[in-house]
């Protein structure tokens, strides 16, 4: 038996080409005429997220797969003049392996769903582009399937059924994007953003096994689509 696999998805290198080409293909008059409009002083924004995460390269000594993987997810934005407040929902994953003799999976699929706030800003137009910083900060859910293994002890009973429970840790984050209206209130934006968090971990050093909790931080590039609507 063995997990669902986590297939890798493009790099972060080769997802910020096609956005860039994406947003370069915007029509420039389109951006134009969003310049030369005055801002709304209400607004909602509602976006669709695509893209690809890059865990950290320490959970690799936890036998955690460190490539980049698909990732997606939405945001929801409500602002008054450059500044928006809103959630950011985003899903993504990875693998564990399990590095026992006669376990009955060698490896298990880890879920990784963020839920969070988001707090951004139109600080600087560049070459048609909005440049938009952010901070984030919420819960970081992870799950695991399966969520049992089966690991030989040699007793009686022959095995142990181990549970994978869930994981549940505060995360923060920050990122800067550039997007680009076209088509009146929609936009295509390309953000690189940077989450933090905190693990507890245990490794075998010798024939002691070590706890402890370490800190770790990963990396998205996120394509977005976005609607803006106009509220006030």
Request: glycine share 12%; aromatic share 8%.
């Amino acid at each position: 038996m063995t997990a669902r696999p986590r297939t890798p998805f493009m790099a972060p290198a080769v997802w910020a080409a096609v956005a860039a080409a994406l947003l370069s293909a915007c029509p420039a008059r389109a951006a134009d005429e969003s310049a030369a409009a005055p801002e709304p002083r209400y607004w909602l924004s509602v976006a669709a997220l695509m893209g690809s995460t890059q865990p950290d390269a320490k959970l690799a000594d936890y036998q955690w797969r460190t490539t980049p993987a698909a990732g997606w997810g939405g945001q929801v934005l409500v602002g008054r003049g450059l500044a928006g407040l809103g959630v950011r929902v985003w899903d993504s994953g990875t693998d564990q392996s399990i590095d026992v003799p006669g376990a009955s999976v060698n490896a298990a699929a880890v879920n990784e769903l963020t839920y969070e706030a988001l707090l951004t800003a139109r600080l600087w137009r560049v070459a048609g582009m909005n440049v938009e910083p952010s901070l984030s900060g919420g819960r970081l859910h992870m799950s695991y399937h399966p969520d049992q293994v089966s690991i030989p002890t040699g007793g009686p009973s022959g095995a142990t059924m181990v549970q994978l429970g869930p994981i549940n840790e505060w995360q923060w984050g920050a990122g800067l994007a550039l997007s680009r209206p076209f088509a009146g209130a929609w936009s295509a934006g390309l953000g690189l953003d940077a989450r933090f968090y905190s693990l507890d971990t245990a490794h075998r050093n010798g024939s002691v096994i070590e706890t402890g909790r370490e800190s770790f931080g990963d990396w998205s590039l996120r394509f977005r689509i976005a609607r803006q609507i106009r509220i006030g």
